[in-house]
């Protein structure tokens, strides 16, 4: 039997390859996540795998669950917050702990989860230490790796962006698109990276890889496939950009914890573009439409009610 270990395993990536791997009874699979919430869901949702609650910056009895192992999926990420420590302890000192696991158990493969943040010229914790991070892994030469680099997903478990986004549709009756609702997205459906990740764990894939969505949707007509699909309450409203950019910052002033902020808004009409490589090629899968993806994610019977907790 061959044995899988998942780190981060109770957050987006992680429950969506364990979704898609868990029936295939060839494997063991461990889930090792620090969330209690989240790693108690992981728990009842896949009860047929082990699941470890532990912290991967400080050393522990976890690194003991590496004996035995056959790969690793390295995928444990501080995404937010204010405090760049944690940023650090989550990916760089926790990446280095799984390493030393790794090495000292003799694990002969591991998929590396990237961030399509070290290629842009952003300065913040999160693209400061993934950065770090990926040039830590670049140095484990003796262990035969691949490095995934994803854009932005969303998929089943989404507790942001287009998950936040199709929520917030059915607890307000009007859903504001600013101007024209003409700015690209590109789409990175988690389900079709799931299955990049386990291609990889099955073929051990090497080299690195940027991995974008492979269709371009505007905003507006995407928020509109979303909303044709899920049929909420909500009703579309164009509002001129300069208005909604005022009516955000006045709710601002009086709003502790807006759901949506203007600097939020000035991200949100920038277009955003990512080159396409041959990822269906490359890794043997098929890419999922747009809108087939849309429906598996929002109309899904089992799992897309379920929300990670924040």
Known sequence: MTKIIVTGAAGLVGQNVIARLKSDPSLS???????????????????????????????????????????????QAQIGGLDEREFIA???????????????????????????????KADDFYTRTKTTQEKYIDTVTDIPHVILRPTLMFGWFDR???????????????FPIPGDGKFIRQPLYVGDFAAMIISSLRSQKTGTYDISGLEQIHY???????HDTVKPRARIVHI??????????????FSANPPFTTSQ?????IPETFPVIDWPGIFGVTATPLSSAIRETYLDAHYSSIVLDF
């Open 29 to 75: 699979i461990v889930g090792i996540d620090k969330h209690p919430t989240n790693t108690a869901l992981l728990r009842r949702l896949h009860p047929e795998i082990e699941v470890i609650e532990a912290d991967l910056a400080v050393e522990g009895t976890w690194m003991d669950v590496f004996a035995g192992a056959d790969a690793v999926l390295l995928n």
């Open 90 to 120: 989550n990916n760089v000192t926790a990446t280095q702990h799984i390493v030393t696991a790794m090495r000292r158990h003799a694990v002969s493969y591991f998929v590396h989860i990237s961030s399509s943040v070290v290629n842009s």
């Open 160 to 174: 942001k962006h287009l998950g936040w986004l199709r929520r917030f549709m059915e607890r307000t009756p009007v």
């Open 220 to 226: 507006g007509a995407l928020i509109r496939l979303i």
């Open 240 to 253: 001129p950009y300069h208005l909604f950019w005022a009516l955000l910052f006045v709710y601002g002033k």
């Open 265 to 269: 808004l000035e991200a949100l009409v």
